[in-house]
């Protein structure tokens, strides 16, 4: 991999690599783009197969990152931060305050929180080090039932497009992954009478929501191929690419997880195919929209950020009409809407203050 060529071909800012001896830290900080202020993103622990997969991991959530705050309208740029090891064996208080010093060396340019294998404790071993955390027990706690809150407000305005209505009772859902938003977004939609069928990588993740929302279990790869009105991926990205898109049985595809398209091209040919495709950046904002509201002056509210969650449904209402309008797969509409958004603020005429 040549770093450099894939900082320029994307305009990436900071790429930081942090190890600690003591503590066995190895992660990747990413800040992608500060135009609109300080990078926002979550840290995640991952066992990745290769440091080059961590890496490459770590740039495309990092700009993932400030499409999706530049899309919910937050005064936020984009980075992330992963950690490379087993999130069931090889956490510790160390390693998190380790990681917390780096975070607190960027001065404010990253601020981070909970992601994928992170808990409100881990994010509390920072904050023992560095004040650039959100997600604390004591403000916002766990964005996770928010991100979840804002997929559904989604998966709701791709059912009024695709089948007139924003009711779900009675749609077929399969959900791949049942963490912790997987898992509460299976809830909202047990609750509004979806139909339910899971899987997840974790048994006991699975057997939870088969026992709590009455749902059906399929092994992991065999999610693809379900036939059912919305594919709800939930876990890890790249999971819409060329060996699955054949398989898929469904209209919508609207979930939770980063990155959903390996490649651009399988954006265009969802659209070649009639499945409506809900950008993850724009459906898994609600988790950032609730981080981001600790950040505000008068303090944490819950009801404003689920307030803010609940807009996504116009958003991405916006994107479908403007993806029809231009004849552009919505993935690219979203892009758009986006980096106009960013091209604008960054050309706003800063003013004298003494």
Request: hydrophobic share 35%.
């Amino acid at each position: 991999m040549n770093i450099f060529d894939v900082m320029v071909s994307k305009d990436y800012e900071n790429v930081i690599l942090c190890h600690d001896k003591t503590s066995g830290l190895k992660a990747i900080i990413v800040i992608h783009d500060t135009t609109l202020g300080p990078a926002l993103g979550g840290c995640r622990m991952w066992t990745y197969d290769t440091e080059e997969d961590a890496i490459n991991d770590a740039l495309r959530l990092a700009r993932g990152m400030t499409y999706k705050n530049a899309a919910a309208g937050l005064n936020y740029g984009g980075g992330k931060v992963v950690i490379i090891g087993d999130p069931r064996k090889d956490k510790s208080e160390a390693l998190f305050r380790s990681l917390g010093r780096y975070v607190e060396s960027l001065n404010g340019r990253f601020i981070t929180g909970e992601d994928v294998g992170i808990t409100v404790k881990d994010v509390e071993y920072m904050r023992y080090e560095t004040t650039h955390v959100v997600g604390l027990a004591e403000t916002g706690g766990d964005p996770s039932p928010v991100t979840a809150y804002g997929v559904y407000k989604g998966i709701q305005a791709a059912c009024e497009e695709v089948y007139g209505t924003i009711e779900c009772k009675g749609k077929k859902v399969a959900i791949q992954g049942l963490g912790k938003v997987g898992y509460s977004l299976a809830k909202y939609l047990h609750e509004a009478g979806a139909n339910l069928i899971v899987t997840d990588i974790f048994e006991d993740n699975a057997k939870r929501a088969v026992e709590d929302f009455n749902a059906e279990y399929v092994k992991p790869d065999d999610i693809y191929e379900v036939k059912c009105d919305i594919f709800a991926p939930c876990a890890l990205g790249a999971v819409i690419n060329d060996e699955t898109i054949p398989k898929l049985k469904c209209n919508i595809i609207a979930g939770s997880a980063n990155n959903q398209l390996k490649e651009e091209k399988h954006g265009d040919i969802l659209k070649e195919k009639g499945i409506l495709y809900v950008p993850d950046y724009i459906i898994n904002a609600g988790g950032v929209i609730n981080v981001a509201d600790e950040l505000e002056p008068t303090g944490y509210n819950r009801e404003r950020a689920l307030r803010k969650a609940s807009m996504i449904f116009d958003t991405i209402k916006s994107v479908i009409e403007k993806s029809k309008i231009d004849n552009i797969p919505t993935y690219l509409a979203a892009d758009r809407f986006v980096e106009e958004r960013i091209r604008i603020i960054g050309s706003l005429k800063d003013n004298y203050i003494k």
